[in-house]
């Protein structure tokens, strides 16, 4: 599969559950833009068979290589960003993971759980981007998940799957700025992520990011359906850091507060 086909598959998933998303494409086609991704993110636990390391081949089979690692200390997160050897429109990749050691057994166990209903999941061939959530999941434990981890919770109930799409706003031609872009939403009555403020970064940092707020819907427990946060659509501004070339990377303080997007509220 190369990175075309992976992330048009990573798209019609994303996108049937996070209604947002294909509201936001045909707002925006009406305004005759098109749109180029500039990320993709996805979230996993440091548990060997599903970290970071687990995650990374079948990009790197399409053509990817790492280019920066990222730590949170806060949200006690590892990341690492890839991108596309020879396509510079291909969509960078995000992939984090939690630190489970640093959690109580909860969080481990829940963790350890994940992964051995995962690989058992995966064991025919299918790739672990798209595993999705192989495991049943309860609505107490949840709870209990985000009064320690808001990332460990999220990725308890969504599972394996993109957590976020990036508009590149550098590729828009009506829309000039991400505070363009985010007056154009917000009067179309999107709430945006204003944890941090509602952009974060600035043009000496050479990346201005902004997010809508995860859309609310319903997910099917043990215990019955509830309405939780799901997957946000984000924004990205790039500024040269020499001429003719963007800068690729991502800012740790920025990224922190965007992973708010999917905060329960």
């Given at each position: 599969?190369?990175?075309?086909?992976?992330?048009?598959?990573?798209?019609?998933?994303?996108?049937?559950?996070?209604p947002?998303?294909?509201?936001?494409?045909?707002?925006?086609?009406?305004?005759?833009?098109?749109?180029?991704?500039?990320?993709?993110?996805?979230?996993?636990?440091?548990?060997?068979?599903?970290?970071?390391?687990?995650?990374?081949?079948?990009?790197v089979?399409?053509?990817?290589?790492?280019?920066?690692?990222?730590?949170?200390?806060?949200?006690?997160?590892?990341?690492?960003?890839?991108?596309?050897?020879s396509?510079?429109?291909?969509?960078?990749v995000?992939?984090?993971?939690?630190?489970?050691?640093?959690?109580?057994?909860?969080?481990?166990?829940?963790?350890?759980?994940?992964?051995?209903?995962?690989?058992?999941?995966?064991?025919?061939?299918?790739?672990?981007?798209?595993?999705?959530k192989?495991?049943?999941?309860?609505y107490?434990?949840?709870?209990?998940?985000?009064?320690?981890?808001?990332?460990?919770?999220?990725?308890?109930?969504?599972?394996?799957?993109?957590?976020?799409?990036?508009?590149?706003?550098?590729?828009?031609?009506?829309?000039?700025?991400?505070?363009?872009?985010?007056?154009?939403?917000?009067?179309?009555?999107?709430?945006?992520?204003?944890?941090?403020?509602?952009?974060?970064?600035?043009?000496?940092?050479?990346?201005?990011?902004?997010?809508?707020?995860?859309?609310?819907?319903?997910?099917?427990?043990?215990?019955?359906?509830?309405?939780?946060?799901?997957c946000?659509?984000?924004?990205?501004?790039?500024?040269?850091?020499?001429?003719?070339?963007?800068?690729?990377?991502?800012?740790?303080?920025?990224?922190?507060?965007?992973?708010?997007?999917?905060?329960?509220?």
């Open positions: 599969m190369d990175h075309k086909q992976i992330f048009k598959k990573l798209w019609e998933e994303y996108s049937s559950i996070n947002s998303a294909n509201t936001i494409h045909h707002l925006l086609g009406e305004k005759g833009e098109s749109i180029v991704n500039d990320h993709v993110a996805f979230r996993t636990y440091d548990i060997p068979g599903i970290n970071i390391e687990s995650m990374a081949p079948v990009f089979n399409a053509g990817y290589e790492a280019k920066g690692e990222y730590f949170f200390e806060q949200k006690r997160l590892k990341a690492v960003h890839y991108e596309h050897k396509d510079k429109l291909a969509p960078k995000f992939i984090s993971e939690l630190i489970t050691s640093d959690f109580s057994t909860l969080v481990q166990d829940t963790a350890k759980e994940v992964a051995d209903a995962t690989l058992k999941a995966i064991a025919k061939g299918e790739e672990l981007i798209f595993a999705l192989p495991w049943d999941i309860s107490k434990k949840y709870i209990k998940l985000l009064g320690e981890s808001e990332y460990a919770a999220w990725m308890y109930v969504w599972g394996f799957r993109a957590n976020h799409f990036t508009i590149f706003i550098n590729y828009l031609e009506k829309i000039d700025s991400i505070e363009s872009l985010n007056t154009f939403l917000k009067e179309k009555g999107y709430k945006l992520n204003t944890s941090g403020g509602e952009i974060k970064g600035t043009r000496e940092q050479l990346l201005k990011q902004s997010s809508t707020l995860a859309d609310m819907v319903a997910v099917e427990f043990t215990e019955g359906s509830y309405n939780i946060p799901c946000y659509y984000e924004f990205a501004e790039r500024f040269e850091k020499s001429p003719g070339e963007l800068y690729n990377g991502f800012i740790a303080s920025s990224a922190d507060k965007i992973f708010e997007s999917t905060d329960a509220r």
